[in-house]
């Protein structure tokens, strides 16, 4: 069957992964049944089970309950999450300009509570451990399909007392408008980006595919140095590409 020492099930999920990257096999053609494909390579059921499970989890095939094996769609259409979220001081939440520049309809849903920092949060926030944060969780949806989701944290000392100190009950929405309104006003946003296997309640909120990765995105808003909000947001990598638009200085 090929390569000598290699699992069976490893050489028969090299040979169909072949097919599908070669094109002999597209996206949504159902995958022979099993009984054809113990036939084919003389290895037993669970053999090519075990072929399935890693090629599903590569996310080039998707199992469907009663149908069968199917050939994943490895070219969906795309949508952006930009990195130029700031080239013009926004005075709305970039998400919900972004899905409504696609025609789409933008909503979200929140649940927000007073806690107290862990250290990971304090040191992004540059607080103390225990001190008091407004974490905020967030799911947001293009047309009823889930999008993102993202987890907020704010030093409950900078907006204790104020109109925004609970996230989502003024009339502004988006970080940079709402602190705006209360006179800090942000300079800086810092971003790390990660890939990670989704975990289990994410999958299931964000509806992805097995084998599919998250794009991780770390986001910190700072005023003139200062910490004033950073949040956690995950993505499915096979429905998200991320654009960025990076500005240089003009040559002296």
Not at 92 to 118: C, D, F, L, V
Request: some cysteine; aromatic content about 6%.
């Amino acid at each position: 069957m090929g390569y000598q020492g290699k699992p069976a099930y490893q050489q028969i999920a090299d040979d169909i992964r072949q097919q599908v990257l070669d094109g002999a096999l597209q996206a949504g053609d159902r995958l022979p049944t099993e009984a054809h494909l113990m036939a084919e390579y003389g290895v037993s059921r669970i053999v090519i089970r075990n072929a399935m499970d890693l090629l599903q989890n590569e996310g080039l095939v998707l199992k469907r309950q009663g149908a069968g094996t199917f050939v994943r769609e490895q070219t969906p259409a795309r949508k952006r999450i930009s990195g130029d979220l700031y080239g013009k001081r926004p005075t709305a939440s970039p998400m919900k300009r972004a899905a409504e520049a696609e025609g789409r309809r933008s909503e979200w849903e929140y649940q927000t509570r007073t806690t107290t920092a862990t250290k990971a949060i304090a040191e992004r926030l540059g607080i103390q451990p225990g001190d008091d944060v407004v974490r905020t969780h967030y799911t947001f949806t293009a047309d009823d399909e889930p999008v993102m989701l993202s987890t907020s944290y704010e030093p409950r000392a900078l907006t204790g007392g104020t109109p925004i100190e609970q996230p989502e009950g003024g009339a502004v929405s988006g970080v940079v408008p709402r602190f705006d309104s209360i006179g800090l006003h942000i300079t800086q946003v810092v971003e790390e980006v990660n890939a990670r296997a989704p975990r289990p309640y994410e999958g299931e909120a964000l509806r992805v595919a097995p084998g599919v990765p998250v794009i991780t995105i770390t986001r910190t808003y700072l005023a003139n140095e200062r910490p004033v909000e950073t949040c956690d947001m995950v993505v499915a990598a096979d429905k998200y590409t991320l654009s960025y638009s990076i500005p240089i200085p003009p040559a002296e």
